[in-house]
């Protein structure tokens, strides 16, 4: 059973913008926090932005001020506005759910990891 299936990636010159968006079947998005992580080549994933089920979000240092979280209760998506994009945001971008902010800074997610989508950003 697909639970993540992310999407929305693509190639963008520095300073451009994409919108992911994360869609997460029913019992994996009601009632738990969601996060938007990202993985480079030889690097470990990361968490880059966090949003509750209130509304409350947060947001890596290296994303803080370019990158928007929001979630539609209604149609059990995430999504990730990313704009001013750099070429260090090249990565696969990867959503999952938990508890609460701290279980996804922790990686204590309750989903099973999807395909990601590739995000390159040329200089």
């Known amino acids: 059973q697909v639970q993540l299936v992310e999407s929305g990636g693509g190639l963008v010159q520095a300073g451009g913008s994409l919108r992911l968006s994360c869609a997460a079947s029913?019992?994996?998005?009601?009632?738990?926090?969601m996060g938007w992580y990202r993985q480079a080549p030889g690097e470990q994933r990361e968490l880059v932005a966090s949003?509750?089920?209130?509304?409350?979000?947060n947001y890596a240092d290296s994303v803080k001020g370019r990158f928007t979280i929001s979630r539609d209760n209604a149609k059990n998506t995430v999504y990730l506005q990313m704009n001013s994009l750099k070429p260090e945001d090249t990565a696969v971008y990867y959503c999952?759910?938990?508890?609460?902010?701290?279980?996804?800074?922790?990686?204590?997610?309750?989903?099973?990891w999807g395909q990601g989508t590739q995000v390159t950003v040329s200089s």
């Open positions: 029913g019992s994996i998005f009601s009632g738990n926090a």
């Open positions: 999952n759910a938990a508890k609460n902010l701290i279980a996804l800074q922790l990686s204590r997610t309750v989903g099973s």
């Open positions: 949003i509750t089920i209130y509304g409350y979000t």
